[in-house]
């Protein structure tokens, strides 16, 4: 099967490998963007008459946009597709529309789980400019609540598990076998009461904590989130992390949520690039990406 026109409507990440493999399905050829389009109309026009389209998280494809584009056929998304409230495309709207719509998992996590053990033990060590506790602590012991324990929620518990650190989590569902393993399972009111540390690890636009969350967490405690966006009350955690004994952890994709007064806090810290990014994870997403395309030519 060959299309007239396969579009990439914005970075999307994948290597040369792969959009020369998406090639040989295409007519036309493929534009791989380098930035994304600020504009409704600048995206209409990159898709323009294409049957096939590619999309980074960073893209919203909407359904105003699917309508104006009769061609479609199918939309690859290279990012995560949880459901259709966290995603960026309308997915549902799509499919009703006879658009098959896909997504990827399980290819930035090892990344983001490098990134909090890095961060996490230079900030309790002192090891750059800030330090947690006048006396610098270890990961042995430290009270460390995990919050999603999805794919990157378990990788990051079975880093920290070698170094004894006392673990506890909660989950949309109980993880038994990594109860096994010594994690315990609380209570998101009674997690927030026991640990020193929080990594929350959840799908885009999720909004877990609230006020009343902040608040059962208390002061001279850590906040780690590298999950896409802000899963939690925006004014609760400014109020939070006017406590300077209280210290912050955010992914480097987070720099465009985090407003620019809580950026510039002594206490918080926003990492230069993003966490989940490496050679290894373009590599499984454009994998995975080519992978999906080929199934669904497959099925049709």
Same mark, same amino acid.
């Given at each position: 099967m060959?299309?007239?026109?396969?579009?990439?409507?914005?970075?999307?990440?994948?290597?040369?490998?792969a959009?020369?493999?998406?090639?040989?399905?295409?007519? *036309?050829?493929?534009i791989?963007?380098?930035?994304f389009? *600020?504009t409704?109309e600048?995206?209409?026009?990159?898709?323009?008459?294409?049957?096939?389209?590619?999309?980074s998280?960073k893209t919203q494809?909407?359904e105003?946009?699917?309508?104006?584009?009769?061609?479609?056929?199918?939309?690859?998304?290279?990012?995560?597709?949880?459901?259709d &409230?966290s &995603?960026n495309?309308?997915?549902?709207?799509?499919?009703?529309?006879?658009?098959t719509?896909?997504?990827?998992?399980?290819?930035?996590?090892?990344?983001?789980a490098?990134f909090?053990i890095?961060e996490?033990?230079?900030?309790?060590?002192?090891y &750059?400019e800030?330090?947690?506790?006048?006396?610098?602590h270890?990961?042995?012991?430290l009270?460390?609540?995990?919050?999603g324990?999805?794919?990157t929620?378990q990788?990051?518990?079975?880093?920290?598990?070698p170094?004894?650190?006392? %673990?506890?989590?909660?989950?949309?569902?109980?993880?038994?076998?990594? *109860?096994?393993k010594?994690?315990?399972?609380?209570?998101l009111?009674?997690?927030?009461?026991?640990?020193?540390v929080?990594?929350?690890h %959840?799908?885009?636009?999720l909004?877990?904590?609230q006020?009343?969350?902040?608040?059962?967490?208390?002061?001279g405690?850590?906040f780690?989130?590298t999950?896409?966006?802000m899963p939690?009350?925006?004014?609760?955690?400014?109020?939070?992390?006017?406590s300077?004994?209280?210290?912050a952890?955010?992914?480097?994709?987070a720099?465009k949520?985090?407003p620019?007064d809580?950026?510039?806090r002594?206490?918080?810290?926003?990492?230069?690039?993003s966490?989940?990014?490496?050679l290894?994870t373009?590599?499984?997403?454009?994998?995975?990406?080519?992978?999906?395309?080929?199934?669904?030519?497959q099925?049709n």
């Amino acid at each position: 099967m060959k299309f007239n026109k396969i579009a990439c409507v914005d970075y999307t990440k994948m290597n040369d490998e792969a959009i020369a493999q998406l090639q040989e399905y295409s007519e *036309e050829k493929i534009i791989h963007p380098d930035d994304f389009p *600020e504009t409704k109309e600048e995206i209409l026009n990159r898709i323009g008459d294409a049957e096939v389209i590619f999309v980074s998280w960073k893209t919203q494809i909407t359904e105003e946009i699917i309508q104006e584009c009769p061609n479609l056929k199918y939309i690859g998304m290279c990012c995560s597709l949880f459901d259709d &409230a966290s &995603a960026n495309v309308a997915v549902n709207y799509a499919r009703e529309k006879g658009i098959t719509v896909t997504g990827i998992f399980d290819y930035g996590d090892p990344g983001v789980a490098e990134f909090v053990i890095s961060e996490l033990i230079m900030l309790i060590h002192g090891y &750059a400019e800030k330090q947690w506790k006048e006396i610098p602590h270890e990961l042995t012991d430290l009270k460390i609540g995990i919050i999603g324990l999805g794919v990157t929620g378990q990788l990051l518990a079975d880093c920290l598990l070698p170094f004894g650190a006392d %673990l506890y989590y909660f989950s949309r569902s109980r993880k038994l076998q990594y *109860e096994q393993k010594g994690l315990d399972y609380l209570e998101l009111d009674e997690l927030l009461e026991t640990v020193d540390v929080i990594s929350i690890h %959840l799908p885009k636009n999720l909004e877990i904590l609230q006020p009343e969350h902040f608040e059962k967490f208390g002061n001279g405690k850590i906040f780690i989130n590298t999950s896409l966006g802000m899963p939690f009350d925006l004014k609760a955690f400014r109020n939070w992390i006017k406590s300077t004994s209280n210290f912050a952890i955010f992914d480097g994709d987070a720099k465009k949520d985090v407003p620019q007064d809580i950026h510039e806090r002594k206490n918080v810290v926003i990492g230069k690039k993003s966490a989940g990014w490496t050679l290894k994870t373009q590599e499984r997403l454009s994998e995975k990406v080519v992978k999906n395309f080929k199934e669904y030519l497959q099925e049709n």
